[in-house]
């Protein structure tokens, strides 16, 4: 399900917060227009009744409210004779018939968009006291007559504005609450998940990537955020492979040495401890040599291995002809080769193939190579050297017919200090030390394991363009 932008949800959530405000308002606004009007009408009415202007003596009623606002009060007797008559004249007769009356009483009760109406009786003079008054009157009276509002009035009055007030904020708080939930799933809840997988990352705690629902901008930052862990975590696993290594490489070292180094200790101790004939010291002292040229192979190939290794050390690449380079260095290894008594067949192409070596450091790559085949080999067997051009690269094949390396061997060849690589006169780390010149050249280097007779290397280079 596509997931919408920041942009469009902060749009919809500002429509939602103006449409909540705006009906909010309008609610409140209909609150106290309806419950004003009704306070207003209920005060007025209470005070304008027209009971409160019946007296036995209708001489003595004082209609002067009604009339300074345009009403007016009449007196009606049994006979409906008009026995009093002040300010607006509604009935506009001084004697009525009963249908007359009638018809007036009736009418007073439908609604009237100018006037409105109040009676009352007085039992005891046996007379009916009619007042009216403008529909406006009761605007301008709750406007300018304040003064006329008792208490009871006024405290419900206070009521209203306390209650309004009280309504509109209850209904802004609810508002919010729901604005607020909205936000919080739109925001707050993707940046708490985004948090708690920050927390476990810093604690080193097991860490599940995040699935998270939410808009596109957050989706995509848990898509990073994802894999910037998966990328931690593989560095974590390269760095705790790399340390092992280096404690392997540290652990066999130390045991290459100790042999050899012993031998030299144990030699060096019998030749100025006893009387020796000079034939025995010279067996002595070609022993001790010869240990001390193996420890100093295993310290020379142990540095460079490190030295490689290192991710600041930079080779020096010079434009070459690949062919010319591969020719010269076979023609170099023919004495070694015949002298070894082993066969050789070396197909270079005429035409040059320009690549960017480091001469001195790729001789040591193929010499590696080169050495195993003539050490692990017996004599007569056929040593290959293969150039083969591709369109942007160019393929070098080392192969021999013979007796192969170990099945069970052959995937850590490259790793230093290969158990089938080591011997008295080997440290183990030459084909180690190949593949990181190799891939210092940003190329290749493949064993075809699956090679059922001998052994084959191909090294592939780019060509210069």
Partial sequence: ???????????????????????????????????????????????????NFVKDNFREIDASSLIEYGGGIEVVNQEKEILLSKGNNIIGKQHLSEEEFSEYLFNMKKPDDQYNYDIAYNSKEKFWVIINYPIDFEVRMYINKNSQVNDSQ????????????????????????????????????????????????????????????????????NSIFNQMINKIEKEKILRKQSEDNRKKLVLDISHDLKNPLSSILGYSELMYSQDLSEEKLMRYAKIINKNAKRSNELIVDLFDYSKLNSEDYTINKEKTDFTEYIRRYVIEHIDLLESESFDYNFIIPEQSIDVAIDQKLFKRALNNILNNAIKYNKPGT????????????????????????????????????????????????GLAISKKIIDKHNGEIMYHKNNKIGTAFTIIIKKLS
């Fill in 1 to 51: 399900m596509q997931k919408n932008n920041l942009r469009a949800q902060l749009l919809k959530n500002y429509i939602f917060l103006f449409i909540l405000i705006t009906v909010i308002g309008y609610f409140s606004t209909f609150l106290i227009i309806n419950i004003g009007s009704f306070i207003q009408k209920n005060s007025i009415e209470n005070t304008f009744k027209a009971e």
């Fill in 382 to 429: 056929k040593i290959t050297i293969e150039i083969i051009e591709g369109s942007a690269s160019v393929k070098l094949n080392i192969k021999d017919n013979g007796q192969g390396i170990p099945i069970e061997i052959r995937n850590t060849i490259f790793k230093p200090f290969a158990s089938h690589m080591k011997s008295e006169t080997s440290s183990g780390l």
């Fill in 154 to 221: 006024s405290t419900r009055i206070s009521l209203f504005i306390l209650s309004t007030f009280v309504i509109y904020f209850l209904l802004f708080f609810i508002g919010l609450m729901f604005y607020s939930k909205l936000t919080a799933r739109t925001f707050i809840k993707p940046l708490n998940q985004l948090i708690n997988a920050f927390k476990k990352v810093i604690n080193e705690e097991e860490y599940t990537p995040i699935k998270m629902e939410a808009n596109e901008e957050f989706v995509q930052l």
